[in-house]
């Protein structure tokens, strides 16, 4: 799995699509600052934490579009011929995506915190001390695990079905409607699922709303979308014909 894995991530390293994705990550969390009526924080931090629901969306984009890049290319059955069975080529990639997922966020905190500072003339409201420091790499090591899990999700959504506007939809859905769809489910079944949608994850993430109920809560629904999407993900890809 390991040889797997390497290629994949040389070859997500040298596409086209991936300087583009960076360049386009740069522009959106760099740039927008400079742009009035997209910039109303008052300092560096507020601006990172308000803008992370953008992540999600290009992290969706970007992991559909590396997906269903073999299928488009008709080159899926190129990845067998080494003998490397299907699972570990189904895990070796999805992992590949989780290497560029934590590029991406960091480039996106990096570049919108430089044109923030900047804007701002420095760090903006508040003093600039350890804790402060402290709660950006927490924002960035939590928002990462969540952003895994979306990476995953996509993964399996894109190996799916195999097509790359239906992909989008339903996982661009997913992450807008998560709540909607926790409320039918605890109206049907008659279960409580407070705390447990992508949504109210990733707003408690934001607030630094770090309780116990939220690491129990961040921890479920992280392990179950990481197995889920995983082992039935594999199952797929090994079951439907590769073309």
Same mark, same amino acid.
């Given at each position: ?36 009526? =997209?910039?109303?924080?008052?300092? +560096? ?59 991406t966020l960091l480039v ?27 709660? &950006?790499?927490?924002?960035?090591? =939590?928002?990462l695990i969540y952003l +895994? ?14 097509? /790359?506007?239906?992909? =989008?939809?339903? &996982? ?35 607030? &630094? ?12 629904? /992280?392990? +179950? /979308?990481? =197995? +889920? ?15």
């Amino acid at each position: 799995m390991s040889n797997v894995f390497k290629a994949e991530l040389y070859k997500i390293f040298h596409l086209k699509s991936t300087k583009i994705f960076l360049a386009l990550t740069i522009l959106i969390f760099g740039g927008s600052v400079f742009v009035p009526i =997209l910039f109303d924080a008052h300092s +560096v931090k507020e601006y990172i934490f308000e803008t992370s629901d953008m992540f999600s969306i290009i992290i969706i984009i970007m992991v559909v579009s590396y997906t269903i890049l073999d299928y488009n290319a008709k080159t899926m059955k190129n990845l067998v011929s080494s003998g490397t069975n299907l699972p570990s080529i189904y895990l070796a990639r999805m992992c590949s995506m989780f290497v560029m997922v934590a590029i991406t966020l960091l480039v996106a905190m990096v570049s919108g915190g430089i044109a923030s500072y900047i804007k701002l003339g420095g760090m903006g409201e508040g003093d600039v001390n350890i804790a402060t420091g402290i709660s &950006m790499v927490e924002s960035y090591f =939590l928002q990462l695990i969540y952003l +895994v899990g979306i990476a995953c999700m996509t993964h399996f959504v894109t190996t799916l079905f195999r097509n /790359t506007f239906l992909s =989008l939809v339903i &996982m661009i859905g997913f992450t807008m409607f998560g709540q909607v769809i926790n409320v039918l489910i605890e109206k049907n079944l008659h279960v409580n699922l407070s705390g447990y949608s992508l949504q109210e994850v990733l707003t408690s993430i934001n607030n &630094m709303n770090l309780t116990p109920d939220f690491f129990q809560h961040f921890a479920i629904v /992280t392990v +179950v /979308t990481l =197995l +889920v999407c995983s082992i039935i993900g594999c199952f797929v890809f090994s079951k439907r014909s590769l073309q």
